[in-house]
């Protein structure tokens, strides 16, 4: 069965009822941003190129309120571990705002946040946080928790003018240097940007976005978290990185945005290293397949975008090798199912979650299979595209 989820407005209470009890006061800030999926564009984000994410019901929730003093004081609901934590926030005139890298690991992207904040230092504050994104689980947990956070600083020093565009680069910086994930801007954006009943076309290099409807009672989206996460992606997501820009010099290109199917016969002609030459033929593939893939939405042409969502998971596999068995078995499981339109992993990959376009009579018919033959503990998500980060 589909797992429930809970609504941001329930999510809300129980957030300020945790805050009631901690602190014994009112919060008076509330913020949400939600997790997202990725349905096309894996990895081509960091390669200045196209994603297509839509932003998920399951969001972070922040209640919080100012106080006096220098000192912040945080209090975190089961979702995490260590669920307390207090430190100090840098003075007024500092001209390094740093923060130490200390105590939990979920406190490093509130502390990031704080530190590449744009404007004013922020002042104290004590706050609660609750989320429905699993922890850890590819739905981009920490990029929501990064800007709901963005969002409580906006609240607190009453900022208004900065750019989206800039609040999500300094949360994608809050992750690089506290969280030491070197990701690209996919995550941050789509939770700042999502629309509901839309997926989001994002241009990573000109850091624009285009809406795609994505809106049909027939057509549903079923996340799997196949609960497994292999340690492998903080190691090699970097070497991928390093992969892409030197296939990018070999070919004097700024970036693999700018390489087509002939740089990559060319780079086969000088029989260039087949791990480098694999990783760009992922890029350009998969960037023609995220833009293609907009045009396929748009016109609702759902057999033809849920082939290219397959097309994508095999490319990730085997050109780009950052899927694993349990993520590729989910993907088999699914297209088994007669009505499912494609399958992919989604996300970084050594676990995590797949993503199934699927017609919505067949997603609990989907959901049985997996359950009756894989031998893990998935969890599954019904979705639509759902708003993306706001103040309540
Ligand atoms: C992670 C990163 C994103 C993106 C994806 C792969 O989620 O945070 O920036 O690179 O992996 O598409």
């Not at 006061?25 to 839509?54: C, K, S, W």
């Not at 019901?57 to 975190?76: M, Q, R, S």
């Not at 504050?125 to 956070?149: D, N, Q």
Request: hydrophobic fraction near 40%; charge should be negative; proline fraction near 4%.
């Amino acid at each position: 069965m589909a797992a429930k989820i809970v609504p941001i407005s329930v999510l809300v209470e129980e957030a300020k009822k945790v805050f009631r009890d901690e602190f014994e006061d009112e919060a008076d800030i509330i913020v949400f941003a939600p997790g997202r999926v990725n349905l096309m564009g894996e990895h081509t984000d960091y390669n200045e190129g196209f994603v297509m994410p839509m932003a998920l019901p399951l969001a972070t929730v922040i209640v919080g309120k100012k106080i006096d003093g220098n000192e912040v004081f945080i209090h975190t609901t089961s979702n995490f571990s260590e669920q307390k934590t207090k430190f100090e926030i840098p003075g007024k005139n500092a001209l390094i705002r740093a923060i130490p890298r200390d105590g939990p690991k979920w406190a490093m992207y509130v502390k990031g946040v704080i530190a590449n904040y744009i404007g004013e230092i922020p002042p104290a504050f004590k706050a609660v946080i609750h989320s429905s994104v699993p922890i850890g689980g590819g739905l981009s947990s920490s990029a929501s928790l990064e800007v709901a956070t963005y969002l409580l600083l906006d609240e607190l020093t009453g900022s208004k003018g900065t750019m989206v565009t800039d609040k999500a680069l300094a949360c994608q910086k809050a992750e690089h240097d506290y969280a030491g994930m070197p990701c690209g801007i996919m995550d941050q954006f789509i939770s700042f940007m999502g629309r509901k009943d839309h997926a989001l076309l994002i241009d990573c290099r000109q850091l624009t976005s285009t809406l795609i409807p994505f809106k049909d009672e027939n057509i549903v989206v079923l996340i799997t978290n196949s609960n497994v996460k292999h340690e492998l992606t903080q190691s090699e997501y970097p070497i991928r990185r390093k992969q892409c820009y030197e296939a990018a010099m070999i070919l004097k290109k700024v970036s693999l945005r700018d390489a087509n199917l002939e740089d990559i016969e060319y780079l086969r002609s000088i029989n260039t290293d087949n791990n480098i030459l694999s990783r760009a033929r992922h890029i350009v593939t998969e960037n023609k397949r995220t833009t293609d893939g907009a045009q396929m939405l748009k016109q609702m042409n759902y057999k033809k975008f849920g082939e290219l969502m397959t097309e994508s998971h095999y490319s990730l596999k085997n050109d780009y090798s950052v899927s694993c068995s349990e993520l590729d078995t989910l993907v088999e499981l699914a297209l088994e199912v007669e009505g499912v339109l494609g399958s992919k992993m989604t996300g970084g990959g050594f676990g995590g979650c797949t993503v199934t376009l699927v017609y919505a009579h067949v997603a609990e018919k989907v959901i049985e299979n997996i359950t009756k033959k894989y031998k893990g503990n998935p969890t599954f998500y019904i979705c639509k595209p759902s708003q993306g980060a706001s103040i309540l």
